[in-house]
């Protein structure tokens, strides 16, 4: 088993490689919380004194506990963000007494705050363990004094679902339709070719603004916005296909046979032309994300505080003139690798199919 999986990697390394950064992305997605040192919902914490700061940046953090918990479960936090977490406060230098710190502020020296209401049973050490912390940035703080790199790691939750979630609506309108018309022909497949070209006309990105403005801004509205303007290669493709399938022998024993269509479809049809279903689901997943990250950028995509790389690079595109440019780079390449590793899986998915013949 592991020496055919070297092989593999030995010899379809690009391949490899890319469904490698995809599993990568699709692991951190999952479990960002765990790793991001902001766990806060949408790592939306603000902290204004230290906004755009460099990459490495280093800050003392103090919480306050948040009186307000409703009991959200560990499960929760770690999979959706702390919808209640404490506050926090940036400061300079702290000492701490007995159940209580005396701190300053971040850039305020001559203010020192007394804080005396942690738990009474805990210790100084206990303390400064559970509340005090130094925090590095990363990739530094954007506009708002938020982590860039929490925001980074929930964006790619963003983009993988939005590439999901839009290729299964698109894959189960344009099977569907492809299938239908391919495979009933006349005056079936004469409207679905006359369907397919007239939403082959309207340009994407402009029919992904006009349901997005009809359904109206928000997440899922985004999704299935892009969901619905992408069956329309699926169907073209998978039409052609079930045409040059239908009339050959299994197809026409099946008939024989007495299997209803809907058998026939998916027991036969189906199996036979994953192929090309499969190619193209890789290069409309790339596409989903570009299109998502353009609509963000536009301010019509996923709305704050929801992180999107497409809404970063909007936030941000101005300080690439101000020598802070990694503010809109991280995201643009982010952008970049994910939908590369799709476009070139897509492009090299035919090869490794005829070889695996």
Same mark, same amino acid.
């Given at each position: ?164 979630? #839009?290729?299964? =609506?698109?894959?189960?309108? +344009? $099977? *569907?339709?492809?299938? %239908? /018309? ?103 997943? #790339?596409?989903? =994300?570009?299109?998502?990250? +353009? $609509? *963000?950028?536009?301010? %019509? /995509? ?56």
């Amino acid at each position: 088993m592991f020496s055919k999986t070297k092989s593999f990697i030995k010899n379809n390394f690009g391949v490899s490689f890319c469904l490698a950064f995809i599993f990568f992305c699709f692991l951190v997605s999952i479990f960002a919380y765990f790793i991001i040192p902001d766990d806060s919902q949408y790592s939306n914490q603000m902290h204004l004194p230290i906004h755009s700061k460099p990459p490495g940046f280093k800050a003392i953090i103090l919480e306050i506990p948040n009186v307000n918990d409703d009991n959200q479960s560990f499960l929760s936090k770690k999979l959706f963000g702390d919808k209640n977490p404490n506050k926090e406060i940036l400061v300079n230098n702290y000492e701490l007494y007995d159940n209580g710190i005396a701190y300053v502020n971040f850039n305020k020296e001559n203010r020192i705050i007394k804080y005396s209401s942690f738990d009474k049973s805990l210790s100084k050490d206990e303390i400064e363990k559970k509340y005090i912390s130094q925090r590095k940035f990363i990739f530094g703080t954007d506009s708002f004094g938020r982590d860039v790199f929490g925001r980074i790691m929930l964006g790619t939750r963003v983009s993988l679902s939005i590439g999901f979630i #839009a290729v299964l =609506i698109s894959l189960i309108i +344009g $099977l *569907s339709i492809g299938m %239908i /018309g391919g495979y009933y022909g006349g005056i079936v497949d004469k409207v679905v070719v006359s369907l397919i070209n007239i939403f082959w006309s309207i340009p994407t990105l402009l029919l992904v603004i006009a349901i997005s403005i009809a359904l109206g801004k928000g997440f899922w509205q985004v999704y299935v916005a892009v969901g619905l303007t992408m069956w329309v290669e699926v169907a073209r493709v998978v039409r052609g296909q079930v045409i040059s399938e239908k009339n050959k022998d299994y197809i026409v024993a099946t008939k024989v046979l007495g299997y209803s269509d809907l058998r026939t479809f998916i027991k036969h049809i189906i199996p036979n032309i994953i192929g090309p279903i499969l190619i193209i689901c890789a290069a409309n997943f #790339a596409s989903a =994300i570009l299109i998502e990250s +353009g $609509l *963000s950028f536009l301010g %019509i /995509g996923t709305q704050p505080p929801v992180p999107s790389w497409g809404s970063m690079i909007k936030d941000n595109y101005q300080f690439i003139i101000l020598d802070k440019g990694y503010l809109a780079f991280i995201p643009g390449i982010s952008i970049m690798l994910l939908v590369t590793s799709f476009m070139f899986l897509g492009n090299n998915l035919p090869d490794l199919i005829n070889k695996n013949k």
